[in-house]
């Protein structure tokens, strides 16, 4: 059993050395991360049952893993909506929606972060709305 | 903590998508193994099953992971053609039926996989009128992967990239095949790499490696032939490119699964029966977030 596991690894060891193989080796820059939400605007209002539509494209200058949207109730704090998506690639469009159910009159903070890698890298991006019912 | 949990929670009802970069393992290289030389041609239909274990890290460090359960079912017709006296071709038309189950549902891809072609030369050869009781042949060789399975587009397509039924790409394959004979018993070599291309949307998959080793023994009762036999089996893949010009390397794929076999050939006449089971005993795939679990095949050949 034990020939049999060093003979893995070597084999998998040789194969790997001999094949090393090319990667991007751009550095994770969180600064470089731009998120474009075309669809709204910083201090929008929306009356109760008004569709929020949040449309828009991150692009970065190398592979993205992903994103995720939030949005939370100033008062209460309480997070209204939340959508993720894993996806790889430089350009990311996103197109989703929330219908403003709320009856009293709130400050909205919608946030977009946008994962660079899985160590924790990340480009986000924040606009406040104002919900009034 | 409670607030973390609830949160969690709260996170688990929502709505996500996600392009499984991890979940399964990409089309398994294509072995020849004990090859049967006593008639020229041969037709035959094979089953094989595979299942593996497949988590993902969450995306955030506060998200679940996602875990899955893989099942890959591959209906195949191949068969072999002597021209000449040295050179055979092997020829192999996948069916796949394949399935990513989840807590959530169960994801389905079938329909015919990449069709393959080898064309292998024997290099050496006990001759038939020898009277040597040791007798061996090796064939060496090569061929090419057609890109004729079904495939959706690239990484970002929101769709798993290795549980496709095709690679998308034109493959090429080096192959060797040797088998020792003395008296009833010997053993087999089979090795073969294969080296990748680009598919359409850029996605390319690691090159593979294969190599496996049995050691049987036969016995002819009347007019059957049982050959039971037990060998390893290693397979090692190179990681996948998502985007091959943009040189972006998916670290989370290719390593290495190596198989304990086991499994019997049944010859009757101009009939053949093979089945085969595989355990695997060492393995680390997509950066250990992927396990093999059981692999099993079922085969019938018929002799022209």
């Not at chain 2, 990239?161 to 394959?173: A, E, L, P, V």
Request: aromatic share 14%.
């Amino acid at each position: 059993m034990k020939l049999l596991k060093q003979l893995t690894v070597i084999i998998a060891g040789a194969v790997a050395f001999a094949s090393c193989q090319k990667h991007d080796d751009t550095p994770a820059q969180a600064d470089k991360v731009v998120i474009n939400i075309t669809s709204l605007q910083d201090g929008q209002a929306f009356r109760k049952g008004d569709t929020l539509k949040i449309q828009g494209l991150i692009s970065y200058i190398s592979q993205l893993h992903g994103y995720e949207m939030k949005l939370t109730s100033k008062k209460t704090s309480k997070e209204l909506f939340y959508y993720y998506e894993h996806t790889h690639s430089d350009k990311v469009s996103f197109s989703q929606s929330w219908v403003d159910t709320l009856s009293t009159a709130d400050s909205l903070v919608l946030t977009l972060t946008a994962e660079i890698d899985h160590e924790g890298n990340q480009g986000s991006k924040q606009l406040t709305l104002t919900s009034q019912p | 903590m409670l607030k973390k949990l609830a949160s969690i929670a709260m996170l688990l009802a929502y709505t996500s998508a996600h392009a499984c970069d991890v979940c399964g393992a990409s089309g398994s290289s294509q072995g020849l193994g004990i090859l049967p030389q006593f008639y020229k041609h041969f037709v035959g239909v094979q089953y094989q099953y595979r299942s593996f274990s497949s988590e993902h890290p969450g995306l955030f460090e506060y998200l679940p992971k996602e875990r899955s359960t893989e099942y890959y079912n591959t209906l195949q017709l191949w068969g072999k053609a002597n021209i000449g006296s040295r050179v055979q071709f092997f020829g192999f038309l996948p069916y796949q039926y394949n399935n990513r189950v989840t807590d959530t549902g169960t994801s389905t891809y079938k329909g015919f996989g990449d069709a393959s072609l080898l064309a292998m030369a024997t290099i050496v050869r006990t001759a038939d009128t020898s009277d040597s009781r040791v007798k061996h042949v090796l064939l060496a060789g090569g061929g090419i992967k057609a890109p004729t399975g079904k495939r959706t587009t690239g990484v970002n397509s929101g769709e798993m990239m290795n549980i496709q039924t095709g690679s998308g790409s034109w493959d090429f394959i080096l192959s060797a095949n040797y088998t020792l004979r003395g008296g009833n018993a010997g053993f087999n070599a089979d090795a073969s790499y294969t080296f990748t291309t680009t598919n359409a949307a850029n996605y390319k998959y690691g090159d593979r490696l294969s190599v496996s080793i049995n050691g049987f023994y036969w016995w002819k009762v009347n007019s059957f032939v049982l050959q039971p036999q037990m060998g390893i089996r290693a397979d090692y893949a190179l990681h996948d490119y998502d985007n091959y010009s943009r040189k972006w390397l998916n670290y989370n794929t290719g390593g290495y699964l190596t198989y304990i076999t086991a499994g019997a050939q049944v010859f009757y006449k101009r009939l053949g029966l093979q089945c085969s089971y595989a355990i695997p005993v060492f393995q680390h795939y997509s950066s250990g977030y992927v396990e093999a679990t059981q692999k099993a095949e079922l085969g019938f050949l018929y002799f022209l």
